[in-house]
């Protein structure tokens, strides 16, 4: 398909060398401010995004209440000054859920893509250098795996794993993979072409050495922008599991848990109980996706019509 | 073209009978063991004789291979098993839901294209005003906003302003066709929201490359007016890649079909494709996962098709994708 990324050897430098132009003291600094400039929406989602991280880490100390355990004086509690987003059907501080729920969605989104992208490169890139029935076989399998609807593919991972925050991570990186492994593998096809590889060749490289050292590097923008757009994308695939009862379970607080089950029925006469964490989640993967617009922007403008 | 066909189907035929491969070991290493489940009790209220007669009745004692070989076999003839769950043939109940879902795919589909594309047209034809600065900020609102959660707020705004309740009664096309495109236009608006905002965001995107390209000016020059450069000049050049995009979203479409049918409960393969899976219902949770990619390769097959029909040159590259 039109996924032919023609990839420039020295485009994921320009970022590199704006920083690395600029003098030495503050500078860099200055950099990052000019480029904030110019990408506005891509520095308030890297803004978002670096707040959600914060809280997260931070969730004992920032969360008013205990996310788990109940207030059975307060249930239903509209948002108050005491509970600042209301409370849900056991009494618990809907804020603080949201605040440790954005560790399991940050730890599943972060680690699926991270996971997705690093083994479907790992593939693309072997499949692709090398060749032959490698290639081919690699590539029949990618194709099959296309052929399931990402969330699908998930659920069914999840329910082969079981449920738990690890299984999660895995179930939601299987859909990454041969998405992953298709843009490295034709960024590699681009590359073996080019008379630098040829050149790591005549000097007596190893393939090994070739790969790790000259080919991966090369592919490296077109995987971190694929990266920033799947984060978003297993966030709120995570939140569905969830919801569908095949990821993370009650007590624990998650995302899409808080807007499952009875929740919706609930949700008549507390609306606050899945308005919030729709709201978390859709906060979330507009900051990732903002920012993955601006990194595609600055790595390599021509993506811009690949990848919608 | 008709070799492109046949080397687009057998890309196709090959690639159907990977998923089957892959939906088959998927399932046979869902750990409950299906025997415990099909005898009805929990694990621990059997003897191990009698689990071991109902897997040597079911054939799960027979090599992997063997069971695979057959499985394909039965497929072939379209017997996909019969529901530990439901107790019905597999096939029939896909059959049964298949309408509800078919409609609310093609309801999306239109309602995303039908609204997309003069957004997407109108944004580029006003790039930089605030018609286009408002609906650039919808789609990427549209794209970050989580299906089941936009059909969650539908659902609670339907009922405060419409006392709107969910039909006990899902109304199959060909009895009702009004009151079953009012009863699914719901759930086809959540799914076809993130459809929308990609196609509006693709669409301008390309229209504003074409209405830069040297014919457009030539057209202009001519005197046409203004709308007829932008969609017959325009739009008819643009419009190549906003179809790949539909066929390439069609598994993300599926995908969020899945989880939206959970949330309007509306009786289609999506919520069966659920309860399958996760009451290890294997026999089913085999046949429906199949059909939803079948589903998928068959609808790339048409976009490639379609694809080389209105871009003569795509038929000769081809088998390097």
Same mark, same amino acid.
């Given at each position: 398909?039109?996924?032919?990324?023609?990839?420039?050897?020295?485009?994921?430098?320009?970022?590199?060398?704006?920083?690395?132009?600029?003098?030495?003291?503050?500078?860099?600094?200055?950099?990052?401010?000019?480029?904030?400039?110019?990408?506005?929406?891509?520095?308030?989602?890297?803004?978002?995004?670096?707040?959600?991280?914060?809280?997260?880490?931070?969730?004992?100390?920032?969360?008013?209440?205990?996310?788990?355990?109940?207030?059975?004086?307060?249930?239903?509690?509209?948002?108050?000054?005491?509970?600042?987003?209301?409370?849900?059907?056991?009494?618990?501080?809907?804020?603080?859920?949201?605040?440790?729920?954005?560790?399991?969605?940050?730890?599943?989104?972060?680690?699926?893509?991270?996971?997705?992208?690093?083994?479907?490169?790992?593939?693309?890139?072997?499949?692709?250098?090398?060749?032959?029935?490698?290639?081919?076989?690699?590539?029949?399998?990618?194709?099959?795996?296309?052929?399931?609807?990402?969330?699908?593919?998930?659920?069914?991972?999840?329910?082969?794993?079981?449920?738990?925050?690890?299984?999660?991570?895995?179930?939601?990186?299987?859909?990454?993979?041969?998405?992953?492994?298709?843009?490295?593998?034709?960024?590699?096809?681009?590359?073996?072409?080019?008379?630098?590889?040829?050149?790591?060749?005549?000097?007596?490289?190893?393939?090994?050495?070739?790969?790790?050292?000259?080919?991966?590097?090369?592919?490296?923008?077109?995987?971190?922008?694929?990266?920033?757009?799947?984060?978003?994308?297993?966030?709120?695939?995570?939140?569905?599991?969830?919801?569908?009862?095949?990821?993370?379970?009650?007590?624990?607080?998650?995302?899409?848990?808080?807007?499952?089950?009875?929740?919706?029925?609930?949700?008549?006469?507390?609306?606050?109980?899945?308005?919030?964490?729709?709201?978390?989640?859709?906060?979330?993967?507009?900051?990732?996706?903002?920012?993955?617009?601006?990194?595609?922007?600055?790595?390599?403008?021509?993506?811009?019509?690949?990848?919608? | 073209?008709?070799?492109?066909?046949?080397?687009?189907?057998?890309?196709?035929?090959?690639?159907?009978?990977?998923?089957?491969?892959?939906?088959?070991?998927?399932?046979?290493?869902?750990?409950?063991?299906?025997?415990?489940?099909?005898?009805?009790?929990?694990?621990? &209220?059997? +003897?191990?004789?009698? $689990? /071991?007669?109902?897997?040597?009745?079911? %054939? @799960?004692?027979?090599? *992997?291979?063997?069971?695979?070989?057959?499985?394909?076999?039965?497929?072939?003839?379209?017997?996909?098993?019969?529901?530990?769950?439901?107790?019905?043939?597999?096939?029939?109940?896909?059959?049964?839901?298949?309408?509800?879902?078919?409609?609310?795919?093609?309801?999306?589909?239109?309602?995303?294209?039908?609204?997309?594309?003069?957004?997407?047209?109108?944004?580029?034809?006003?790039?930089?005003?605030?018609?286009?600065?408002?609906?650039? &900020?919808? +789609?990427?609102?549209? $794209? /970050?906003?989580?299906?089941?959660?936009? %059909? @969650?707020?539908?659902? *609670?705004?339907?009922?405060?302003?419409?006392?709107?309740?969910?039909?006990?009664?899902?109304?199959?096309?060909?009895?009702?066709?009004?009151?079953?495109?009012?009863?699914?236009?719901?759930?086809?608006?959540?799914?076809?929201?993130?459809?929308?905002?990609?196609?509006?965001?693709?669409?301008?995107?390309?229209?504003?490359?074409?209405?830069?390209?040297?014919?457009?000016?030539?057209?202009?020059?001519?005197?046409?007016?203004?709308?007829?450069?932008?969609?017959?000049?325009? $739009?008819?050049?643009?419009?190549?890649?906003?179809?790949?995009?539909?066929?390439?979203?069609?598994?993300?479409?599926?995908?969020?079909?899945?989880?939206?049918?959970?949330?309007?409960?509306?009786?289609?393969?999506?919520?069966?494709?659920?309860?399958?899976?996760?009451?290890?219902?294997?026999?089913?949770?085999?046949?429906?996962?199949?059909?939803?990619?079948?589903?998928?390769?068959?609808?790339?097959?048409?976009?490639?098709?379609?694809?080389?029909?209105?871009?003569?040159?795509?038929?000769?590259?081809?088998?390097?994708?």
């Amino acid at each position: 398909m039109t996924t032919s990324i023609g990839l420039p050897a020295a485009a994921d430098g320009d970022v590199v060398a704006v920083l690395d132009a600029a003098p030495s003291r503050g500078g860099r600094l200055r950099a990052l401010g000019r480029i904030s400039r110019r990408h506005p929406l891509g520095a308030f989602g890297a803004f978002v995004l670096l707040t959600i991280v914060v809280v997260a880490v931070g969730a004992p100390y920032i969360a008013p209440f205990d996310p788990i355990e109940g207030d059975t004086a307060a249930l239903f509690s509209p948002p108050n000054s005491t509970y600042w987003l209301g409370t849900d059907a056991f009494g618990r501080d809907i804020l603080s859920r949201l605040i440790y729920g954005a560790r399991v969605s940050l730890m599943v989104g972060m680690g699926a893509s991270l996971l997705g992208v690093v083994v479907g490169a790992s593939l693309g890139i072997v499949a692709g250098y090398r060749g032959g029935w490698a290639d081919i076989i690699t590539q029949r399998v990618m194709d099959a795996m296309f052929a399931f609807p990402m969330l699908l593919l998930a659920l069914a991972m999840a329910a082969v794993l079981g449920p738990s925050l690890q299984n999660v991570i895995i179930a939601l990186a299987m859909p990454i993979v041969p998405r992953a492994a298709r843009i490295a593998r034709s960024s590699v096809l681009v590359l073996k072409a080019t008379a630098f590889i040829e050149a790591a060749r005549a000097t007596g490289c190893s393939d090994t050495r070739i790969m790790l050292r000259h080919v991966l590097p090369n592919t490296f923008a077109p995987l971190l922008i694929i990266a920033t757009a799947y984060l978003g994308l297993a966030v709120v695939q995570e939140a569905a599991l969830d919801y569908l009862g095949a990821g993370i379970q009650e007590p624990e607080p998650s995302w899409g848990l808080m807007m499952s089950g009875a929740a919706t029925s609930l949700a008549l006469v507390a609306p606050w109980i899945v308005i919030f964490p729709g709201l978390a989640i859709f906060l979330m993967v507009l900051a990732s996706n903002l920012l993955g617009d601006a990194i595609r922007d600055l790595l390599d403008p021509k993506l811009q019509r690949d990848y919608p | 073209m008709f070799s492109f066909i046949v080397q687009r189907l057998m890309v196709g035929i090959v690639t159907l009978f990977g998923v089957a491969v892959m939906v088959f070991l998927i399932m046979r290493v869902i750990p409950g063991d299906a025997a415990v489940m099909l005898s009805g009790a929990g694990a621990g &209220a059997v +003897s191990e004789e009698e $689990l /071991a007669q109902v897997r040597t009745q079911m %054939g @799960l004692d027979r090599p *992997l291979v063997v069971q695979f070989v057959d499985w394909a076999g039965h497929v072939a003839r379209l017997d996909l098993g019969t529901s530990l769950r439901t107790g019905n043939p597999v096939f029939d109940d896909i059959t049964r839901r298949f309408p509800y879902t078919l409609q609310i795919v093609v309801m999306a589909t239109l309602i995303a294209v039908f609204l997309g594309i003069p957004a997407g047209v109108l944004s580029a034809r006003y790039a930089g005003t605030w018609i286009d600065q408002l609906l650039q &900020a919808l +789609s990427i609102g549209g $794209l /970050a906003a989580p299906s089941f959660w936009v %059909g @969650l707020i539908l659902i *609670l705004g339907l009922v405060s302003l419409f006392q709107w309740s969910a039909p006990l009664l899902w109304e199959p096309f060909w009895v009702s066709p009004v009151k079953s495109f009012t009863q699914l236009i719901w759930p086809a608006l959540a799914v076809g929201l993130r459809q929308l905002a990609l196609i509006a965001r693709m669409t301008r995107s390309i229209m504003l490359e074409v209405l830069g390209e040297d014919y457009i000016r030539t057209a202009r020059a001519k005197g046409l007016s203004e709308w007829h450069v932008v969609i017959r000049h325009g $739009l008819s050049n643009g419009l190549l890649p906003v179809v790949t995009l539909i066929g390439f979203e069609f598994s993300a479409l599926f995908g969020g079909l899945i989880i939206t049918e959970a949330v309007f409960s509306v009786p289609g393969l999506g919520q069966y494709v659920v309860a399958s899976i996760l009451n290890r219902d294997y026999p089913a949770a085999q046949g429906i996962v199949l059909v939803l990619a079948g589903i998928v390769v068959l609808g790339n097959l048409t976009v490639d098709l379609i694809y080389g029909w209105l871009d003569p040159r795509t038929r000769l590259r081809g088998a390097e994708t």
